[in-house]
């Protein structure tokens, strides 16, 4: 049995101790935001925040957490599901396309922006480069931290060609 | 973006794509272990301790092969790890933080970088190989050196 | 989706409105149960020529319905559509289309995911397949081809999402046909009802008003007298002066969900009531091989384990979890049964497309183009250069693994998958189970990506097998390394190419041959050019590998070999690459417009910046003309990207900003196969396994990107999805030719320079 606070609600799970944090949360705990990307922390799909670190939940068995807080992009908005700056930044820039990528984007860029709330491009490069995304929208996510930091405007919706 | 088959066509002929008409699948042998819901089957044999440290070690196999020659994945080949310079494996891109390192991997040092990676080589890359469990950990070393002698 | 039964008769009344036919397809309208309007959308199925007639199914009453639109008492507008959503806000897009003619209000539009039933055939998409330049025929051959190709369609299961085609079909066709139908007929229900003249009824934002008695009604409150409503077959759509939300960059609709966990996709599956098993699958390391024997022995004794399955042509671990399932198949020792290919490395693939080559040569092979006469020009002209072009295979890597779940039980299976093809998943799985299709239900929410990867079905049958083997429900996922290793491809090739310059320099003659032609057809010839003596031959030769659509299909292979052959003979001419390129499009006046365009927004007049140059590529590609340059930064003496300005033309854009990430994504994506894609083979299997060696751009190493639009009006609206990328590798390659004097021949790049 492994026991965690998980989005801040205590859970006990009967799971493997060797079972990465991933899977226990999508199959044993039916959220489904944390995503399946590679399986050896290549791609960044599985971001979750443990004890407030961005790690990836397909390479953590769930014995490290014991005791711990993990934090999962069901965890990340606010009260009533008030997105954050973040996830409003992402919103006004229309960054995903798929959107299968986006939840570990998410939590990368959040762990980023707490704890640099004014992160140049190197900073940016530095804290995202672990996060794949296959439909290339590297540069809306760019500027959507950028946005999210208050260092550029929001785009405007509606603009013509 | 379509295979080939429906591409073909000509006007004077429709064409009726033979579609359905596969095998039936063939199952050649089928191994029932267990039913949803049952309890684990119980391992015939106690486990010797290397074999418990082979066990061990499969979550190390993401990233890791021991197996002599094999090209290094995400981590770098660890076979005669023991007794190796750290971070000397030709062509492995190491952080710099272990190519800088000049001490030989031994039982305890494996011990202690497992435990803490980036606390026995700050700025080394492996977090994600920490094994807190002392006795899960203690089984990884105990194959890693067998596997030397 | 409980007030639609597709294919169901409905009441008398209903069909009665469903009658119609026109030379492109018809449109119906009934009430909605509970109040309100539908309309369906759809293609004839009749067939005038009598004696195909007979051979279309069911006869000239049946209805083929593309699309829905219904209208709903609380004034919501949902738009059902039979395109998936893979990214590419295809969705959102036809929603868009349909509530600019209808005057819906943007924030009251849905769009649903049509249900994988026959009746949502894609017509006008496989048309356009399979007959590219027929999508304008002239009318006396418009009834015949649309009769065909409803039989076609209907008997190849097309409900297909690719070929950037969502809008140039579904869209224009029947989103836009179904919301200026509908918007006539809720103006003559309100008419009726008001007794005043329908031209002083204004339709905005969901709302019907006659200003002069000062009334005015929700597009509910009429909705169901509207159906009433003679139906105009071929109402008036909008011009692009008109438009109010076409053209305009409106926010996706799908996008809130993917931005907090909430957005659903095939991988997340978790049926109600359904305990789930999980299986893990190994397929042979060499294609055409199947598993001999198996040694469980390890397997069996592992956590969570629950059933071991030999299935011939793949070997499955059904357990408690994925996890479990992945850890124990792996600990399997497969025998296979042996390859008799003789391609064990690349170096076997490329000798036996050599050996093709060889025996077409300077004049051999299947004919694909030809004008003038390329062999007698080259033999005459002033100067002549040759080039051998090589391209390797491709993943699709989609970061959505493979993933089915199946459900078989009492005689129906119910599958979740993410698919672009679910009329053929559903028939793969028919065929298997030896079922009715109507007895398959395909359940397909978002993709996470696709670009062709799920144009195929195979993973589909294999979770139907292990469902009826087992007997259990069970999500079936594919490995990261089992979809880098053993899945379809884009295909390797080489090109053999020859030009022949005037004294001047200009392009008097090319000659290009190659092994692979998929398609489009027209990808491999360089039409935009006015080359006076061209020649494109194809010497076909076998893959090893399978062969998948990959992003852009033919045009990532061919935009590599041409722009940078042209880009050589602008070289040999002693000319700028763009001046040389202007030179050749006297007849392309929208493609030397776009041209011109990218070298204005990319400075490529300018003085090149410390260690940096320039390479430029134009290809046009699914309707859309786009040409790209790209800055490459070489101070430390490996390509590092650093700027990208693209300018499209596709004729108009129905959502500049949607358009806009599409071209970017199609970018990053090309960039990434030029920079680093490449599976090699030892012993006939692919070697790379997951993204540590099957690599991808990342953040820190894309470029800035900037897109311009040209909308030049008038013409078939082109693609979004697929155009970005053709360019890509071709402008990369000549930027570092540019920089260095090192003509690139061969992909990926970045290890050239290791």
Redesign the interface.
Known sequence: MASFILNGETVTVDADPAMPILWVVREKLGLNGTKFGCGIAQCGACTVHLDGQPVRSCSTSVSQAEGREITTIEGVSGEDGALTAIQQAWVSEQVPQCGYCQSGQIMSATALLRDNPAPSDDDIDEAMKGNICRCGTYTRIRRAIKVASGQIEPRAEGEVA | MLNRAIIAVSLATIMLSACGSSEPPQVVEQIVVREPGEPEVAIAAPLTDIALGEEAFQRCTACHTVEAGAPSSAGPNLHAIVGRTAGSLEGFPYTEALAEEDFAWDAASLDAYLADPDGFVPGSDMLIGTVTDDEERAAIVGYLVSLSE | MNDLTPGEKGTKKERSGLSKWTRRGFIGAGVLAGGGLLIGIGVRPGNPIDR?AP?VAGGAGEQLINSWVKIDADNIVTAIVPHCE????AHSVLGQMLADELDADWNLVRVMQAPADGSYVVNDT?RM??APFTMNAADWIEP?WNG?FT??AR????M?T??SSSIRTTGQHSMRIAGAAARKMLVGAAADAWGVPASEIVTRDSMLSHEASGRSATFAEFASAAAEQPMDQTPVLKTADQYRLM??????T????????????G??A?PEGL?L??AATIRPPVPGTS?LR?D?SRA??M??????????NFVAVVA?????A??AV?AIDIEWSQSDSPVKTMEDQYAVFADALDAAGADGGEEAAARGNAGEALANAASTIEAEYRVPYLAH?????INCTAHYADGKCDIWTSTQVPLMAR??V???L?LDAEDVTIHHP???????RR??SEYVGMAA?VA??TG?PVKL?W??EEDTQKALYRNADTCRMRAGLAENGGLQAYDSVFTQR??PAEACVPAMYSIPNTSVRVAEAPLHLPFQ?WRS?DHSVQGFFIESFIDEAAHAAGADSVEYRLSLLGDSPRHKAVLEKVAEISGWREPAAEGRAKGVAIVESFGTIVAEVVEVDMSDGTPKLANVWAVCDAGY?MN???FR??I??????GL?AAMYGELELRDGAIVQ?????YK???????P??EVA?I?SGDVPVGGAGEPGLPPAAPAFANAVFAATGRRLRTLPIAKQFA
């Open positions: 195909l051979k893979m990214g590419q806000g496989a397949f399979v015949t065909l039989q076609i008997m190849a299961d097309v297909i690719g070929g053209g305009r960059s409106m926010a996706r799908d996008i809130p969900a993917k931005i907090n966990g909430t957005a659903e996709f991988i997340d978790m305990d098993s999980y598993a198996m469980a069996r004794e956590p969570g384990v629950l059933q071991i399955l030999n299935m011939g408690d979890s994925y996890w479990q992945n850890q792996n890597a989609p970061m959505e693994p028939s793969e028919a065929g298997i030896g978002y993709l996470g990506g696709a670009f062709g144009l195929g097998r009826q083997a259990y996922i490995s990261r998929h398609d659509a299909v854009v500049p900003d949607g990430n599409q970017e994504g199609g970018i990053v994506f990434t396994s997951n993204f540590h060696d991808m751009l990342r953040m820190n190493e894309v800035e990107i639009l909308n």
